[in-house]
């Protein structure tokens, strides 16, 4: 049962097009639901916006996979003095990553303006060291917004606020997603849209090809992660394992790789359950996929945030791998096929 690589590639870079930073995901979930449906599968939206649905199996204990949706971003914090806008992150931002960035300002009546994030002592002609010495912080970044008011520039607050630009509105940041010839992808927001990618060809496979499983498995796509809460409800209470899909942190010291699917044995969380990442580490070794043993630094995961949410199950965390996370990303399409069989193994398991 070959993956179809290109209808996943395609879905993943559909979903890399439409902003979905956490806190602003319904346009993503919504996106989800349509896809979904037209696999044929009968999707539902959780109070709290997050994506479930079913595939029905055997008698064997049902079990659940988890991947999150939402992506980093940001909010309007202040209209500034000067016509830009202060920005307070939605994640965990380096903000030094995101200068120079274009963006998407969401105003509350829906209009959408544009911008670019810049430092503000950018203008090195105006500048000089200082502007180059700059720490780069949430204070010292500022957007542009590309808009006149009646013909003329934006000079002051009382201007950008004319526009319907205020404190709250979600600001999201250009992907600049690139799918290269040699499988490398380039993007922001590969974590976790990568693997939603996954589990869509996962679920398209079971339907498509009618696959038996041994057991009910749940889908779970999440909308607050980056925020550390995502999973924290939705894992159906009958689930006695849970595998979440998300990104695996490449670097150096890491044995992750963009070329690769990983299995993190522990993360900021601690360990996860023993028996079952061997059960996927036993599954990957059978099936000929390489998989990463790993440990991430400064992560966690869909799978913690249920267990503190004191869940009941074993859990596990699998993921292709992402280099520069929450920064410039890159992966490559192998990981995410590699991430999307072991899966399928799993399911079937
Ligand atoms: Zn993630």
Known sequence: M????????????QLLLIPSPTGFTSAATDWLMLELSELGVAPKLTRKGAVTW???????????????????????????????????????????????????IH??????????????????????????????TFETLEVR?????????????????????????????????????NGYIKSR??????????????????????????????????????????????????????VAIDMAAVGDGQTSSELHCSICVKDSGGPYDHDLSQHLRGLAKAAGIELKVDTYPFYSSDATAAWSAGGDFRAALIGPGVDASHAFERTHTKAIEDTARLLLEYIRS
């Open 2 to 13: 070959p993956l179809e690589t290109a209808w996943m590639i395609e879905k993943l870079r």
């Open 54 to 104: 079913t595939l029905s199996g055997g008698d064997a204990a049902p079990r659940a996979i988890a991947a999150h949706v939402d992506t980093l971003g940001a909010m309007v914090k202040e209209v500034k003095y000067n016509g830009r806008l202060k920005l307070t992150p939605l994640g965990g931002y380096d903000p030094s990553t995101i200068e120079g960035e274009q963006c998407v």
């Open 107 to 136: 105003t509350a009546s829906g209009t959408e303006f544009t911008g670019t994030v810049l430092s503000t002592k950018q203008s090195t002609h105006v500048w000089g060291a200082e502007g180059r010495e700059l720490k780069r």
């Open 145 to 181: 917004v590309d808009a006149l008011l009646h013909g003329h520039a934006l000079v002051n607050w009382h201007d950008t606020r004319a526009l319907g630009i205020e404190v709250g509105d979600f600001v999201s940041m250009d992907t600049r997603t690139q799918i290269l010839d």
């Open 189 to 242: 927001h590969l974590d976790n849209k990568a693997g939603v990618a996954a589990m869509l060809e996962v679920t398209r496979q079971v339907v498509r090809d009618g696959l038996e499983l041994p057991g009910a498995i749940h889908f779970l796509v999440t909308n607050y992660e980056e925020v550390g809460h995502g999973a924290a409800h939705g894992i159906p209470a009958d689930a006695v394992e849970v």
